[in-house]
């Protein structure tokens, strides 16, 4: 089983639809991350938090929250979805004592916003 | 323009060849990341990098840092079928904190065999 797990793995909605994107690791990390992937762009921070208590926005964080339910579990909610926010998203965690900048990633969750 | 530049944006080559992937900060690096991400999956941590003129190998895959220039440089011997995927260089610049990375576009390689 992957070490870090995001559901759903595809999805298609529509415009001005709720969508929750879900995260979970058993690496027993506390920082966890969220990266939205478009072609040519890279990857860019959406959010972010270093332990349960802690959330922090990233490079592109309008138009989306999140919510840290336990260490484990970091969901990215979309509250009323845009065509623009058709993306591959990311889930990543770290930890102090991994090399610093390795992150580990899900396999990620494609999401068209029609 | 971005934070961080990757060239060539995509690379087809015939196996066996050699090839090179740069990647270019705008800004100064305080640490320089490899990763590749086969298609449709999530992303592999393949070396980090941090002092000008260090060299790391693993496979054959090799990554310099020149810090000077605030560049580092992927290069690939004999490719083979399984180096096929997306290779992006993350950076720690000024601005990041922690872990948190800012990624260059990525640089698309196929492999013909």
């Known amino acids: 089983d992957a070490d870090v797990t995001q559901t759903p793995r595809n999805r298609i909605t529509k415009t001005g639809k709720r969508i929750m994107l879900e995260c979970s690791q058993t690496?027993?990390?506390?920082?966890m991350y969220w990266y939205r992937q478009d072609p040519g762009l890279g990857l860019r921070l959406i959010y972010y938090?270093?332990?349960?208590?802690?959330?922090n926005k990233g490079e592109i964080s309008d138009g989306y929250s999140v919510s840290r339910q336990a260490q484990a579990k970091f969901s990215l909610s979309l509250e009323s979805a845009i065509p623009n926010q058709t993306a591959l998203y990311f889930c990543?965690?770290?930890?102090?004592?991994?090399?610093?900048?390795?992150?580990?990633f899900g396999e990620g969750s494609r999401l068209t916003v029609l | 323009s971005q934070e961080l530049e990757q060239s060539p944006q995509s690379l087809i080559v015939q196996e066996g060849k050699n090839l090179t992937i740069n990647c270019t900060s705008s800004?100064?690096?305080?640490?320089l990341y490899w990763y590749k991400q086969k298609y449709g999956e999530g992303l592999i941590f393949l070396m980090m990098?941090?002092?000008?003129?260090e060299e790391k190998s693993h496979e054959k895959i090799t990554a310099k840092l020149d810090e000077k220039k605030q560049q580092s440089s992927l290069h690939i011997t004999a490719s083979q079928p399984s180096h096929a995927g997306i290779y992006l260089c993350?950076?720690?610049?000024?601005?990041?904190?922690?872990?948190?990375?800012?990624f260059g576009g990525g640089t698309r390689l196929m492999v013909k065999p």
């Open positions: 800004k100064t690096l305080y640490g």
């Open positions: 993350g950076a720690k610049t000024r601005n990041n904190a922690g872990n948190m990375l800012t």
């Open positions: 990543a965690t770290s930890d102090i004592g991994t090399v610093p900048g390795e992150l580990f």
């Open positions: 990098l941090q002092k000008g003129g």
């Open positions: 938090s270093f332990d349960v208590k802690d959330i």
């Open positions: 690496k027993g990390h506390d920082r």
